[in-house]
């Protein structure tokens, strides 16, 4: 009989003790993993921060490459008549500014924001948009008869001649973009003569005006020229 009880406290004893062992022994493994949980977060945000982050290089405004890109999506967006794709590269802040006869003129010529370029289709309101050369007579026109008789008269998308930063040829209206837009580059589309017969008397020319903004260039200017008596 006290055999019988002294083996029962001897396996009293021995289960407190394990207990005891294995109780402290997940306790402590808990701790483990919550202090490698704990580590891991600010060693992962310094793995993160030494991986350089995906940016579009600063534009450069002295490379012609992406100027003439831009350049080239405009006429194709006007030869296209899409004008809520042109809208989209219409400097956001400053519109783009409709020069009929070579010079820019700020009390004349009217400026339209991006959002009336992409409603010009809808737009059958007649404004004035400046002066006829000669006569001084008032361009009185909508805005898609202003973009048919004094932006794209021509196909600039197929222009012969192409200036950057140049005026390829002038008439008797004063060549002011220079003046107009000391912080822009600009793009001349140029035909020197449209019907032979008329040796070189039709010529015209567009000129696309940029200006950076947000690391692009945007549309400030269109300004037409064309042969003037």
């Known amino acids: 009989?006290?055999?019988?009880?002294?083996?029962?406290?001897?396996?009293?004893?021995?289960?407190?003790?394990?207990?005891?062992?294995?109780?402290?022994?997940?306790c402590s493994s808990?701790?483990?993993?919550?202090?490698?949980?704990?580590?891991?977060?600010?060693?992962?945000r310094a793995m993160a921060a030494s991986y350089p982050t995906a940016s579009a290089p600063p534009l450069d405004i002295g490379d012609n490459n992406r100027l003439l890109e831009q350049a080239e999506t405009v006429l194709e967006?006007?030869?296209?008549?899409?004008?809520?794709?042109?809208?989209?590269?219409?400097?956001?802040?400053?519109?783009?500014?409709?020069?009929?006869?070579?010079?820019?003129?700020?009390?004349y010529d009217r400026t339209l924001s991006a959002v009336e370029v992409a409603d010009l289709p809808e737009d059958?309101?007649?404004?004035?948009w400046g002066v006829m050369d000669g006569s001084g007579a008032p361009?009185?026109?909508?805005?898609?008869?202003?973009?048919?008789?004094f932006v794209y008269n021509a196909d600039y998308a197929q222009a012969p001649e192409?200036?950057?930063?140049?005026?390829?040829?002038?008439?008797?209206?004063?060549?002011?973009?220079?003046?107009?837009?000391?912080?822009?580059?600009?793009?001349?589309?140029?035909?020197?003569?449209?019907?032979?017969?008329?040796?070189?008397?039709d010529w015209c020319s567009l000129k696309l005006v940029f200006e950076p903004w947000e690391n692009d260039w945007y549309l400030v200017g269109l300004i037409h020229s064309e042969w003037t008596t």
Do not use: W
């Open 30 to 44: 808990g701790q483990g993993v919550a202090a490698a949980r704990s580590s891991s977060v600010p060693m992962a």
């Open 162 to 201: 192409i200036g950057v930063d140049t005026i390829l040829m002038s008439g008797n209206a004063l060549e002011n973009v220079f003046d107009a837009y000391p912080q822009a580059r600009f793009v001349d589309y140029t035909f020197p003569g449209i019907d032979p017969a008329k040796q070189g008397y």
């Open 77 to 107: 967006e006007l030869q296209g008549e899409d004008y809520a794709g042109l809208s989209q590269l219409i400097h956001p802040e400053k519109g783009v500014t409709l020069t009929p006869f070579s010079t820019v003129s700020t009390e």
């Open 1 to 26: 009989m006290r055999r019988t009880i002294l083996l029962l406290l001897l396996a009293l004893v021995g289960g407190l003790a394990l207990g005891t062992m294995l109780g402290g022994g997940l």
């Open 139 to 149: 361009i009185r026109s909508t805005c898609t008869d202003y973009f048919a008789r």
């Open 124 to 128: 059958e309101e007649i404004y004035v």
